[in-house]
């Protein structure tokens, strides 16, 4: 074991509510062992240690949740067909165990950048986000802030409510929802999220002082971060996580 | 065959895995070939929190020997290796550095990751 596996901390914790949000995505909220503390950042994820197959395999999990939220950690996720970690955590029910490590990762948002900040989902990408906007919506009132969050369909608007209470309370707050394939009835914006970045942050000004941050699946993130830095944005002002 | 020796900073034992890198991928994590899946495919653990996803940084090593043996860096992975603790010149993430050649490679894994905040 290398110095830094054997001072890392393996954390337990129990399902204590399990949230369907549409037919493949779920919310499992995990409460941590009473004798336990973990301090994260928004963005970060945990790495579970799932028994699968005789082994541990090891699945990273933004946290959905907020940080001041305390001991009851949020993740959301896919149902994935062939995906041997979704599998398991959705056959798993309320009061079982599950075991991970963290928090990791550096797709964090400790303080609200002194620039208009656009943060831009992709389905279950709301994730490590949500907890940036609770954050940057809770400071006082300064550059602007977008949510640009695109799904399939509706049902895949993840947090929809809240992202619109959010809109009507902060001033400085818009919410922006984009469907790829939305059914008929749908009379907000449809088609590509790559497309409308290009038309709206691109092609629609010439600001380029705007931060991003980006997290999807896939190779949109890539592609929307070589998009925006292509433009003129500078590097560091396009943070993303592609999973 | 490839050689891929293993140095520790913290002085444990060197490891050192031969393989065929036409035999990739050795197990389920990180680019087949690389050097996360060598040394996992091998029985030797490196961390790896995201699943060798390159989403963090936990898997970073420093290439001390054959560094033109390993596939380039992408975009994603400099990114992250921006944000790894005692980044040198030679950094790479294991799950994303694949060994290309029949040839020796030797990496350092280093003491820390900044990536936990506990």
Redesign the interface.
């Known amino acids: 074991m290398t110095d830094s596996s054997s001072s890392r901390v393996t954390y337990e914790a129990t399902i204590e509510r399990i949230f369907q949000h549409n037919v493949d995505t779920r919310s499992f909220f995990l409460r941590l062992r009473s004798d336990q503390h973990l301090t994260w950042k928004a963005g970060q994820f945990l790495s579970l240690l799932l028994p699968i197959a005789g082994g541990i395999l090891i699945r990273p999990y933004s946290i959905a949740s907020s940080p001041e939220e305390g001991n009851l950690l949020e993740i959301c996720l896919n149902l994935v067909p062939d995906g041997p970690g979704s599998q398991y955590l959705f056959a798993r029910t309320v009061g079982e165990t599950l075991r991970f490590t963290g928090p990791w990762g550096t797709f964090v948002f400790d303080q609200p950048p002194q620039a208009e900040c656009v943060f831009i989902a992709d389905g279950t990408g709301i994730a490590p986000i949500r907890p940036m906007i609770r954050r940057a919506v809770a400071g006082e009132s300064g550059p602007p802030l977008q949510l640009l969050y695109s799904a399939v369909q509706e049902s895949g608007l993840l947090y929809r409510q809240e992202w619109e209470a959010y809109a009507q309370v902060c001033p400085w707050f818009s919410f922006t929802p984009l469907l790829s394939s939305p059914v008929s009835g749908w009379s907000g914006l449809q088609g590509s999220l790559v497309e409308y970045v290009e038309r709206r942050y691109v092609s629609g000004d010439g600001d380029r002082s705007r931060h991003f941050y980006i997290c999807g699946v896939g190779q949109q993130v890539t592609q929307l971060r070589d998009l925006l830095r292509h433009a003129g944005y500078q590097r560091r002002a396009v943070q993303y996580e592609k999973w | 065959m490839a050689k891929l020796r293993i140095l520790?900073?913290?002085g444990?034992p060197e490891k050192i895995i031969e393989f065929d890198p036409a035999q990739a991928p050795f197990q389920h994590?990180g680019q087949p070939g690389s050097i996360l899946d060598v040394l996992l495919g091998h029985g030797i653990?490196?961390?790896?929190?995201?699943?060798g996803?390159?989403?963090?940084?936990?898997c970073h090593v420093i290439v001390k020997k054959g560094m033109a043996h390993l596939s380039e860096n992408s975009?994603?992975e400099d990114?992250?290796l921006d944000?790894a603790p005692g980044l040198t010149p030679t950094s790479r993430l294991g799950c994303q550095a694949v060994i290309n050649d029949d040839d020796e490679v030797v990496v350092m894994?280093?003491?820390?990751?900044i990536?936990?905040?506990?």
Not at chain 2, 45 to 51: F, N, S, W
Not at chain 2, 53 to 58: E, G, L, V
Not at chain 2, 109 to 113: D, N, S
């Open positions: 520790y900073e913290t444990e994590d653990e490196l961390e790896h929190a995201c699943g996803n390159c989403a963090c940084t936990t975009e994603t990114d992250l944000k894994v280093p003491r820390y990751t990536n936990q905040q506990v």
